[in-house]
């Protein structure tokens, strides 16, 4: 007999909302924290209408402090709750970063395990939608680098409510990266109630043979704009959308590239230090004898966030990706 | 404890002079004064709305209700002390020098419009919360060092005060006694989160109390209680004797900025009773009419003159040469790094052979 699940149609933020839902009724330990998510229903409106579900107790107004907020969610998660903590844009996590890096990544190591961080942390993050400055940093790799914490960015609805649903679920503390481009770039058809989509698994999202594009968040959308060009140029490029940045999917990046024997990596983040060259040690380790060029990285540079005004100059554009895959088809 | 922070005023709601003691420091030139800079920032505050609302700026932070505020703390500065705003503090930073093309410029996403006349210590202003307290704190202690006699002014709101940098920002401050006045205007909301859900202390002044420094809690709207109370906290500090903690209780009527909706968190009832009853520009203009020195044909021109000034502003604002992608690569470091530099090369002929 065939299963029936009811669909809805939702942006990236509603399926958010959906998957923050869904736990909240699931599971009596979960709560979420944050500035303004209460009556406010989060800048972005992910949280819209929880507090009036769920009352204060589960959705919880802050005050405005970072490392307080981090701090108290550690403090609920090792003694039996579920945090789930959003930080209103990613830019502005440095304040908890202490709380992060020394704490809520060790207390499984030092406690040998006696005491753990069951909590998820929710951030905007990103460029591309006009946002004043410092509220479009990608600044994941300083997370990707911390031993002890998940990091996890979806770039479709669909995965944004099932890896959210997968993360609150998973026993460490897992850095929920949202995509500020993509929360209303789009709607897709989403299932009521509960599914996962599991951590540490990529997507393909596109069939190719002649080189592989990796990227993840909102260059992810970006890659599949410059695959669907190249097409047309007689270029085929698989789409790998990383959707977990640690632990990175070894198997799905080999698979493709060993097939293609080109890779491009995207990321909007920083040249120097930036996840992709992560990614291009994994090439390297796992594929190095199928490549037939270079491993090719385009990147945001190695400057500040720019202010709105330079923003589309920061970004990589389907013409830098587009560059960058003829580049590796020549070589 | 508390008892000790009631709310100070010179001025009442009504215009009426509730205390004597500076009755002989206020002159009609500066009344007028005060009331001509009032107007000028109101008026460019809410034609930086409506050009948002037209798509000429990009998202603004508005902070009409906070004219008094800003513009009487920032008139007690003198030309070579140090000023520290927020993203929401334009009204003190035009007060102080800043050219209002300039923080239109900042508001359409222009890194030019961090840059300040030349001369004027005006600092960017700051997007994350309550981190240029501690720099204002050290900008002051250098003056101090360099024994000056300047001071330094920081602004921060009433969200700030839950951050772990106003408390380190204090607590410097008032270790090494630096010169410095940390001005918070409490307009009661920190975007949606009010005041008795930010903190269980009654008053922000007391939080003095617990780095041992003057904290004063003053009537934000009264505009001369504002002037004479940071003037006052700034000689403190230019003698030598540390830093001094001002609230300036205020209301903001509009949004948080152009990009949210105020009504979804409050009463909007209670924000236009107040435009009706405790407004900056209201009771300075009642205090004037008590004191007959309000003339209907001045008020008319001080308003023709600040829309001239700001229709200018806007002009120029718009009239500015288009962004420089230089300007993405050339600021980072004093020399660029070949990481930059290669970067910078590649995509600049990348553009050039794409003709943008
Ligand atoms: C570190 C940090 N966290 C969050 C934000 C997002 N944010 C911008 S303004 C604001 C509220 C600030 O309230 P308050 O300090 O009272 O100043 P006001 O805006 O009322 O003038 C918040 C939460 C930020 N800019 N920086």
Redesign the interface.
Known sequence: MEMRVKTNKLTMVQAVTDGLRTMLQKKEEVVLLG??I????G?FRATEGLMEEFGEERVM?T??????LMGTAIGMAINGMIPVAEIQFL??I??AYEQIATHATRIRMRTMGKYTVPMVIRAPYGAGI??????SDSAEALFTHMPGMKVVCPSTPYDAKGLLIASIEDPDPVLFLEPLRLYRAGKEEVPEGEYRVEIGKAARRREGSDVTLIAWGAMAAQASKAAEKLEQTGVSCEVIDLRTLYPLDKETIAESVQKTGRAVIVQEAH??GGLANDVMGVINDTSFLYLRAPITRVSG????V??????E??LPDT??II?AVEKVIHY | MENGFEMIQIMDENGNLVNEEFKSYISESLTKEMYEKMILVRTFDRKAISLQRQGRL??YAPFEGQEAAQVGSASALKERDWLFPT?RDHAAAITFGHSLPHVLLY?????E?CTVPSGKRIFPPA???ATQLPHAAGAALAEKRRGTGNAAIVYFGD??T????FHEGLNFASVFKSPVVFFNQNNHF????PIE???NSRTIAQKSVAYGIPGYRIDGNDIFAVYFYTKQALERARQGEGPTLLEAVTWRYGAHTT??DPK??RNQEESLSKKRTIDPLLRLERYMKNEGIWEDDWANLVQKEAEEQIEGAVAEMEAFPP?D?N???DH?FAEP?W??RE??EE?MN??RG?GR
Do not use: C
């Open positions: 500035e303004d209460g009556s406010n229903g800048v107004d005050p405005l402090s970072e490392a307080g830019g502005f440095y304040p006009r946002a004043p400055e410092i509220h040249a120097t540079f190695d400057v500040p720019p202010f709105f005004s330079l923003e100059h920061y013409e830098r560059q | 990009g998202t993203y508001w359409n996403g222009r890194m419009g997007v994350p919360i969200g700030a839950s951050e772990g940098d920190a975007i949606s989160v859900k930010q903190m990009a949210d979804k968190y962004p992608v300007d993405l690569f980072v790094t990481t930059i970067q910078k995509y990348q553009i794409a």
